[in-house]
């Protein structure tokens, strides 16, 4: 029996020897060593506070090349391996050297289940700069981003809670930049909107800081809030003046354009307006008409004539226009319709249309005893002949009673077109 076992036993041996090798084989060929490079994006700094402590910040240099990590394992294991699971660090304990620019401080890869010295990074170190670390206030400006309210509401003040944060970074990031602003959205919003937000930090260009340099800021949240005031439509303004005509003038009359306007308010403001019969007055230093001897119109800045609590409602003109009619003594206006404008020599097949509803008159009594004058009393006409269609700028013949006088001469603007046919129009 033993002779048996013993039989070809260098060949048995042999033939174990050869199937472990074709085994090696086989599992190498199947499963090889390689070597993968990986892009890492984020090399985490560690031991800031090795320079914090003398009111030091790092930057990296925008000219360091990308980091690559290249990890040397069996295929099966790299399949399994994504750049997430790399982790980089630079510890600023190891740098080089902190007085250089820039500093070069070593990198170093980590992989779960890979040995150190399977990892190679390149480049070896991070390329960073070293900076003062500063601190400056800036105030939060609230705004709503183009976003509006619920029909019949307007954004009536904007805040920030708190109104103003302390931003901290690196010396060359906090003097570029030039405002802090908030946005709070008030779609649609029929009430007070607060909301917790982050803040966009503005540079001195009025771009926006990217998100690489905001890494680099230590910028807090705050609440801002809008409080939403309710819109009054149809609310009258009213005008007074100052100052005396010059001699043998006086002041006629006073208007505004726009006589209407639209305001949003709080709850006080419009009750007290509603208490002035919904009437706002601009005061009589406003306009001024020492020694004029016509009319005046002075523009003024509506905005600033409103009450507390009252704000113009979005997209109206902050512009009005407060006119004053300046007469000679004794003289007065009347308006006359151009409805009642008699047309004389009108083109045949032509019709006529007038630019405005009224036309001024400006009349003086010749007789202190006679009674004013209404726009009944006043005659006016024009004549067409010699005109063809166009547009045109006419005088107007003004007719008035006896112990009257005409004080300016009048003009109407009006349109002359061809009247068109059923037949024209198809």
Not at 73 to 83: F, H, N, Q, T
Not at 176 to 181: E, F, G, L, S, T
Request: proline letters at 4%; glycine letters at 4%; one cysteine or more.
């Amino acid at each position: 029996m033993k002779e048996k076992l013993t039989n070809n036993l260098l060949l048995k041996i042999l033939s174990l020897v050869i199937a472990f090798l074709v085994w090696l084989i086989v599992v190498n060929a199947d499963n090889p060593i390689m070597t993968e490079s990986f892009a890492v994006s984020d090399v985490q700094l560690l031991n800031e506070a090795y320079i914090d402590a003398d009111g030091k910040m790092c930057m990296q240099d925008e000219e360091q090349e990308p980091v690559r990590v290249t990890i040397k394992a069996e295929r099966k294991v790299l399949d399994r391996i994504s750049a997430s699971d790399i982790r980089a660090v630079a510890d600023l304990q190891q740098a080089v050297s902190l007085d250089t620019d820039p500093v070069m401080v070593p990198i170093t890869a980590l992989c779960d289940g890979i040995s150190p010295e399977n990892i190679q990074v390149t480049p070896r170190n991070l390329s960073l700069h070293v900076e003062d670390k500063d601190t400056q206030e800036f105030v939060v400006n609230v705004t709503t981003n183009n976003t509006r309210p619920d029909r019949g509401y307007e954004v009536g003040t904007l805040s920030s809670n708190p109104e103003k944060i302390k931003i901290t970074g690196p010396v060359s990031l906090i003097n570029k930049i030039d405002r802090v602003n908030a946005a709070v959205d008030v779609s649609d919003a029929s009430e007070d909107v607060t909301e917790e937000t982050e803040v966009t930090v503005i540079d001195k260009n009025g771009e926006q800081f990217s998100d690489a340099d905001l890494s680099y800021l230590n910028v807090s949240k705050v609440y801002v809030t809008a409080r939403l005031w309710k819109v009054k439509s149809d609310v009258r303004i009213r005008a007074e003046y100052s100052g005396t005509a010059a001699e043998g003038y006086a002041a006629d009359s006073v208007s505004t354009t726009p006589n209407v306007i639209s305001v949003a308010g709080s709850d006080a403001a419009l009750e007290a307006l509603e208490e002035q019969n919904n009437t706002i007055w601009i005061p009589a230093e406003a306009v001024d008409i020492s020694g004029k001897s016509s009319d005046y119109e002075e523009k003024i800045n509506i905005s600033d004539y409103l009450p507390e609590g009252l704000k113009l409602t979005a997209d109206s003109s902050e512009d009005l226009f407060i006119r004053v009619n300046i007469l000679p003594e004794g003289s007065t206006v009347c308006e006359v319709p151009t409805k009642d404008i008699v047309v004389e020599n009108a083109p045949d097949e032509m019709q006529v249309t007038f630019d405005t509803a009224m036309i001024e008159v400006r009349i003086k009594k010749t007789d202190d005893d006679l009674d004013d004058l209404t726009e009944n009393d006043i005659r006016a006409s024009i004549d067409l002949d010699d005109t063809d269609e166009g547009s045109y700028e006419l005088p107007v013949e003004i007719s008035l009673p006896e112990g009257y006088e005409l004080v300016d001469e009048v003009t109407a603007g009006v349109e002359v077109s061809r009247i068109s046919t059923a037949e024209e129009n198809s």
